[in-house]
């Protein structure tokens, strides 16, 4: 199961730390992403790492504000949400795959794995 947690208001330029946690099953080979969906939106790939090489990926609309991270002991991925934006309002998700496809290819078609999600409320 996965467990995304971590959510909640803030104000805009704000920032949140969401927590991931697995349990039944070790993370470290498996690619995890964050995916978003706002009211009456489509779901949207924020970023995503892969468990072959580490790589991240992160979508135009977060890049440079958002960081993901990753620490297999605690078998916990993190996502680091910085300058908030009211655009970031949304349910944040993280999901996992086992298998090797490019990070793209998951934040756009999505993951087998997926977590409940946490509500990110940024006002303005």
């Known amino acids: 199961q996965l467990q995304a947690s971590g959510g909640g208001l803030v104000q805009r330029g704000g920032s949140l730390r969401l927590s991931c946690a697995a349990s039944g099953f070790t993370l470290d080979y498996y690619t995890i992403a964050w995916f978003r969906q706002a009211p009456g939106q489509k779901r949207e790939g924020v970023s995503c790492?892969?468990?072959?090489?580490?790589?991240?990926y992160y979508a135009d609309s977060v890049k440079g504000r958002f960081t993901l991270s990753r620490d297999n002991a605690k078998n916990m991925v993190y996502l680091h949400l910085n300058n908030l934006e009211s655009e970031d309002t949304a349910v944040y998700y993280c999901a996992a795959d086992g298998r090797d496809y490019s990070g793209s290819y998951f934040l756009r078609y999505g993951m087998y794995y997926w977590g409940k999600g946490t509500q990110v409320t940024v006002s303005s």
């Open positions: 790492v892969r468990w072959s090489d580490g790589s991240t």
